[in-house]
């Protein structure tokens, strides 16, 4: 049964970092895209930063660009989320996801080709 557990989320103050990790289970995403997606009360889901397969094509939201990192893994079936100079709008709930395609050649692009979700880990950022 796959799984995907997130962790490193926390309360962290204004212009603070956190790293999120998540860790893959039940079968290898070597193959698969993988990304980030928040949830904040009263928005929509909003994808946050997305990887491909082999790692060399990413993609951003504009409000994070320059201060969030993806990166992953894939020896250890890892993605990861370096988040600095963070922002009170940073506050959500964050998600680790998996596109269903393999070998898509560009970063997922949305949430709509994502198969497999994590639970989701809080990240709130006090101002």
């Known amino acids: 049964q796959v799984s995907l557990v997130e962790t490193g989320g926390g309360l962290v103050q204004t212009g603070g970092s956190l790293r999120l990790s998540c860790t893959a289970s039940g079968r290898s995403f070597s193959g698969h895209g993988m990304g980030w997606f928040r949830h904040a009360p009263g928005k929509e889901y909003e994808l946050v930063a997305t990887?491909?397969?082999?790692?060399?094509?990413?993609t951003y939201r504009d409000s994070v660009k320059g201060r969030f990192t993806i990166s992953r893994d894939k020896a250890s079936n890892a993605l990861f989320l370096q988040m600095n100079s963070l922002q009170p709008e940073d506050t959500a709930v964050y998600y680790c996801?998996?596109?269903?395609?393999?070998?898509?050649?560009?970063?997922?692009?949305?949430?709509?080709?994502?198969?497999?979700w994590g639970q989701g880990t809080q990240v709130t950022v006090s101002s």
């Open positions: 990887i491909n397969w082999r790692g060399d094509s990413t």
């Open positions: 996801a998996v596109d269903g395609l393999q070998y898509r050649p560009e970063a997922p692009p949305s949430s709509n080709v994502i198969a497999y």
